[in-house]
């Protein structure tokens, strides 16, 4: 039995220890990069049993990549290896005046080669949580069709399907062929996590109630939308009803990378405890807070020790 269960890409990744142009660098690190994968460590941190399921190449990077995530604590029992296409990769370019360059080698991944044979109902029928994003239907058909046998399985099991759209422009040849995928699944998930600016690129609202309003009314009466505003905390929207949470105030925010995944670890997580929605999204927002704090995208994840301590503290986090 589990009780969260991801599917999606997860590459492994490359950053310098200096900064500046990579064609003068010659030292780095080596770590993981991947949405659904960092939900999944989040949750297992946060005292839930995880799944992911994927596809990495039969080659060392993806011999890392299961190697990691399994001593995480997740399990990887579904993870497919591909003899024949190679484990993604990205590689970061640091700039001390600007956002990092990220360089993706993912085309023709293993990833991109999962299908829908790859997906086991019976193995996801034993989870109660299913967290999606809107990365794996735009790496290719084949793996946009694996994600809807995965999301159709979910909802003929009662599985609670969240849904984080996450938008990769990159991976998309149309804009227009991206909002279709995005406004297709939202309607069929039951906890959207939308960021401000992916309900403008959507839905072509700016205001936060006109945007999570509108996509309230693409779900149903019992759907729940998080709509994430960065600094100014969340706002849920569910049964009629608009709130907005606070956010915890960070002192030194050292890597932003990784906070949305970290934000719907810890919603999931309360929803697991039955926690009100609104102590759901107070945790959401204090997980997300502890991981910007650290380097890395799962680095700064905590363990549900780590979370009692602040929680309710409102002053800034330090650590």
Not at 114 to 125: G, H, M, S, T, V
Not at 249 to 256: K, R
Request: proline share 3%.
């Amino acid at each position: 039995m589990i009780d969260v269960v991801t599917i999606g890409e997860t590459m492994a990744a490359m950053a310098p220890k200096e900064v500046g142009s990579l064609k003068y660098l010659n030292n780095f690190s080596k770590y993981i990069a991947g949405a659904e994968s960092n939900v999944a460590i989040g949750v297992k941190r946060l005292g839930f049993k995880s799944g992911w399921i994927s596809k990495l190449g039969k080659d060392p990077l993806g011999d890392y990549v299961e190697f990691f995530i399994r001593g995480e604590g997740v399990d990887v029992s579904q993870v497919k290896r591909d003899c024949k296409h190679r484990t993604g990769l990205l590689i970061k370019e640091m700039h001390t005046t600007k956002e990092p360059k990220v360089f993706y080698y993912r085309d023709n991944s293993a990833a991109s080669h999962l299908n829908p044979n790859d997906i086991d109902e019976d193995y996801i029928k034993k989870a109660k949580h299913m967290h999606l994003t809107g990365i794996t239907p735009a790496l290719s058909d084949s793996a946009q069709n694996a994600f809807f046998r995965a999301l159709n399985y979910a909802k003929k099991n009662n599985l609670r399907v969240s849904f984080d759209p996450n938008l990769r422009f990159k991976l998309w040849s149309r804009l227009e062929e991206m909002k279709k995928v995005m406004l297709n699944i939202i309607p069929q998930v039951d906890v959207l996590l939308p960021g401000i600016e992916e309900g403008e690129i959507l839905l072509g609202l700016s205001d936060p109630e006109e945007i999570i309003k509108a996509f309230y009314r693409m779900m149903d009466d019992h759907s729940l939308v998080v709509l994430k505003l960065g600094s100014q905390g969340a706002l849920y929207y569910q049964g009629n009803q608009i709130e907005h949470v606070e956010p915890y105030q960070v002192s030194n925010i050292v890597d932003l990378i990784g906070a949305g995944d970290a934000f719907a670890a810890g919603l999931i997580a309360g929803l697991l405890k039955d926690m009100s929605i609104k102590e759901a999204v107070e945790l959401a927002n204090l997980v997300g807070a502890l991981c910007i704090t650290v380097k890395g995208d799962i680095e700064g994840l905590p363990t549900w020790e780590q979370v009692e301590f602040y929680q309710g503290k409102k002053e800034e986090i330090h650590r």
